[in-house]
C-alpha cells in the first residue's frame, strides 16, 4: 500500500514569489491535512480538507492556502513568499471519518528555502 | 496556553536498552486521541503507536509502548531494546475535535525530544 506522497520534495523561491505544493494521500483516505514544521515555531497546523471542503483552519495568514480534489489529492499554495515561510511543509492523511481514532499518516514532506 | 509538554531536551540510551520518553497534555475535552510519531533527519514524520482516552489498557505496538496515565496526564513512550536507527526526533501529539464526525480534528504537537542510541 503506497504511503503519502508529497511533491517536490525540496524547493527554493525567491521572496514575493508564489508555490504550490502537492500530496496524494493513502488509497482510501479523504482527510487530508497540512503542517507547518520551523525550528523556532515547531509543528503548526495548516488546515484540513475532507471531501473536497475546508474542515478546519490553523492560524495562517490568507498566504496560506489549500484545495482537494475530488481524488482527495490536495495542493497547498502559499503567495508573495517571506523569509519566514522557509519551512518544512508536512501533509498528512487519514480516513477521516467516524471519529479521529484514525491513525494519521504523514508524508515525507517538501522543504522549501526562501531566498 | 501548551498543551502538549516534552521538557526532555535530549535523550541518550545504550543500544538494546530501553528508554522512557516523557509526555504530558493539557485538555479539557473527555475524548482525545494520542500519538506518537518518529522523525529522522529525512523529515519523515513516522506513526508509532496510538492511544484514545478511552482505551483501558496500554497500547502497545512492537517494540513501542505507551505508558498512559489518565489521571495525571500523562502519556509516556517506552521504547524497548533500543537500536541505532531509532535515533531519531520523538514528537507526543493530541487530537482533538468531534469524535464522530471527526470534523475539526487537528493535532497538536510538543516540542519533541531527540533520542541519540549509543552503540
Known amino acids: 500500500k503506497a504511503g503519502v506522497t508529497q511533491t517536490p520534495r525540496y524547493l527554493i523561491k525567491t521572496r514575493g514569489q508564489q508555490v504550490t505544493l502537492s500530496c496524494s494521500p493513502i488509497?482510501?483516505?479523504?482527510?487530508v491535512s497540512w503542517y507547518q514544521q520551523t525550528p523556532g515555531q515547531g509543528l503548526q497546523f495548516l488546515f484540513e480538507?475532507?471531501?473536497?471542503?475546508?474542515?478546519n483552519k490553523g492560524n495562517f495568514p490568507g498566504r496560506f492556502s489549500g484545495r482537494q480534489f475530488s481524488n482527495s489529492r490536495s495542493e497547498m499554495n502559499v503567495s508573495t513568499l517571506e523569509l519566514g515561510d522557509s519551512a518544512l511543509y508536512l501533509c498528512?492523511?487519514?480516513?477521516?471519518?467516524?471519529?479521529?481514532?484514525?491513525?494519521?499518516?504523514f508524508g515525507e514532506g517538501s522543504w522549501l528555502t526562501v531566498v | 496556553a501548551q498543551k502538549i509538554t516534552q521538557t526532555q531536551p535530549g535523550m541518550f540510551v545504550q543500544e538494546k536498552e530501553a528508554v522512557t520518553l516523557d509526555c504530558t497534555y493539557d485538555?479539557?475535552?473527555?475524548?482525545?486521541?494520542l500519538f506518537w510519531y518518529k522523525q529522522p533527519s529525512s523529515g519523515e514524520m513516522i506513526f508509532l503507536i496510538y492511544?484514545?482516552?478511552?482505551?483501558?489498557q496500554n497500547a502497545t505496538e512492537g517494540r513501542y509502548s505507551l505508558n498512559f496515565q489518565k489521571a495525571r496526564k500523562s502519556a509516556n513512550l517506552v521504547i524497548s531494546a533500543s537500536q541505532l536507527g531509532d535515533s531519531a526526533m520523538y514528537f507526543c501529539?493530541?487530537?482533538?475535535?468531534?469524535?464522530?464526525?471527526?470534523?475539526?480534528?487537528?493535532?497538536?504537537f510538543g516540542k519533541g525530544i531527540t533520542l541519540s542510541v549509543r552503540p
Open positions: 480538507y475532507f471531501s473536497e471542503t475546508q474542515r
Open positions: 492511544q484514545g482516552s478511552y482505551d483501558e
Open positions: 485538555t479539557s475535552d473527555q475524548s482525545y486521541g
Open positions: 498528512a492523511s487519514s480516513l477521516g471519518q467516524q471519529g479521529w481514532k484514525n491513525t494519521i499518516y
Open positions: 488509497s482510501g483516505h479523504r482527510s
Open positions: 501529539a493530541m487530537r482533538e475535535g468531534d469524535p464522530i464526525t471527526g470534523a475539526n480534528s487537528k493535532l497538536t
